[in-house]
């Protein structure tokens, strides 16, 4: 898919990630609606990139209801619909409050999901479009301290699989990302909680990961949306870990080719109900 002249609604904008690509798409001629929880780095981001500013927080469902009809009413449809947004909280599960738990999995599963359900009528009847999910490779094997994190990231790319399957044979593609640890804020975050700290530095010294830079991550995700991969994995040397634990959602994606998809509305047939 073009991102020249796509409109992309990036979620997350405000942080290491999204502002890399913020910067990317808009050196791409893309139009970026730059969504974010907290107005004035969103704005000044917008002025850097000739973006448009969009502060929501996707956890409050009010805010997400309705969400992807609010920006289209301003900036026009969304071609590429880029969830970018995430949350680390790093800790162990008993130490954790009930807030952080549900905001978690509110911020890495449940909105990217609504969002892809609010978004894709609209790319089906116009025949065009392109979901892009950010998960991580915490989802294929996690950490200590990663519980929640990598339990939110397992669903998302285990759900972007499954929106594969239902819109295969239709115009709308999938990117699912998933990558390992970036120079971010985030990371340093990780890092105050000691047992994710150890297991990382082990990982690292031990180079079955790297530590990946933000813009080199930003230009390939741009780069799959642009070539229309299913899948982006980083760093390289981890992709073949990931694609083994894809194999059954490959597996039973060429079982079940040939299986009827519903692309629209449709009504369904009717059941009886006693």
Do not use: W
Not at 23 to 46: H, I, M, Q
Not at 155 to 164: K, M
Not at 182 to 202: H, K, N, Q, T
Request: glycine share 10%; net charge positive.
């Amino acid at each position: 898919m073009r991102t020249t002249g796509a409109h992309v609604l990036l979620t997350g904008a405000t942080g290491t990630i999204g502002a890399a690509l913020a910067r990317r798409l808009a050196d791409r001629g893309a139009r970026v609606t730059l969504l974010a929880r907290t107005p004035a780095p969103l704005e000044a981001l917008a002025l850097a990139t000739g973006g448009t500013a969009f502060a929501a927080d996707l956890c409050d469902p009010a805010s997400l209801e309705g969400l992807v009809a609010r920006v289209e009413a301003q900036n026009g449809p969304v071609d590429v619909l880029l969830n970018n947004a995430g949350a680390e909280t790093t800790g162990l599960l008993t130490d954790l409050t009930a807030e952080q738990l549900r905001r978690t999995i509110d911020l890495n599963l449940t909105a990217p999901l609504e969002l892809c359900r609010q978004v894709m009528p609209g790319m089906l009847e116009r025949g065009s479009g392109h979901l892009v999910n950010v998960s991580s490779m915490a989802g294929v094997a996690t950490f200590p301290g990663l519980a929640v994190y990598g339990a939110s990231k397992a669903g998302l790319t285990h759900a972007t699989s499954g929106l594969r399957a239902d819109l295969r044979g239709s115009a709308v593609g999938t990117l699912a990302v998933e990558i390992g640890p970036v120079a971010s804020e985030m990371m340093d975050r990780i890092g105050l909680y000691g047992p994710s700290e150890a297991a990382f530095a082990r990982i690292l010294r031990a180079r079955l990961l790297t530590m990946l830079d933000p813009d080199d991550v930003a230009r390939r995700v741009v780069s799959a949306i642009e070539q229309g991969r299913a899948h982006l994995r980083l760093p390289r040397r981890a992709a073949p870990l990931a694609a083994v634990t894809g194999t059954p959602r490959a597996i039973a994606r060429i079982a079940l080719s040939g299986i009827a998809t519903r692309h629209s509305s449709d009504a369904l047939p009717s059941r009886t109900t006693r």
